[in-house]
């Protein structure tokens, strides 16, 4: 595995499967992890996510400075775990930030990355259109994000019902 991207619906199994894949390649692991525990609920499924994984993972927290952590993991990873993109994006958008910059900065990133890396993001552009601007917004940064890094991106992966479908290469 050079470089993953894992897309899916919630609770499709994407996470589950980028997260066996990762642990694939010998050494040291490390996830990056965009989410930000604002209520219990989140706090539960963070906690859920720990407790997933096993003494090979170091956790790192990266709600915005994506790139940043990426290149930090690099430096004492064997692989990379980044769980989610569609969280970090919703974090960016929500802080007013230029998503489109932090797109182009995270895909240079990745394309450069000296050790195996997987990226999981949610596939959202399946249902119908949202009936607000700021829903419309993410939908489209998302299926943006996910166009750009699959192009970068050496396999694609969609995950539904548990099951990977690989789209790339086919």
Known sequence: MKSLLVLG???SGKSRYAQARSEEIPGKLAYVATAQALDEEMADRIA???ADRNALWHTIEAPFDLA???SSAAQEADAILVDCLTLWLSNLILAGADIEVAGDILCQTVATCGVPIALVS???GLGIVP???LARTFR???GRLNQKLAGEIAEVVLVTAGLPLRIKPG
Do not use: C, Q
């Open 68 to 70: 940043d952590a990426i």
């Open 140 to 142: 489209d940064a998302a």
């Open 9 to 11: 619906g919630a609770r």
């Open 122 to 124: 949610n596939e959202v």
């Open 131 to 133: 009936d607000n601007a």
């Open 48 to 50: 859920r996510h720990r």
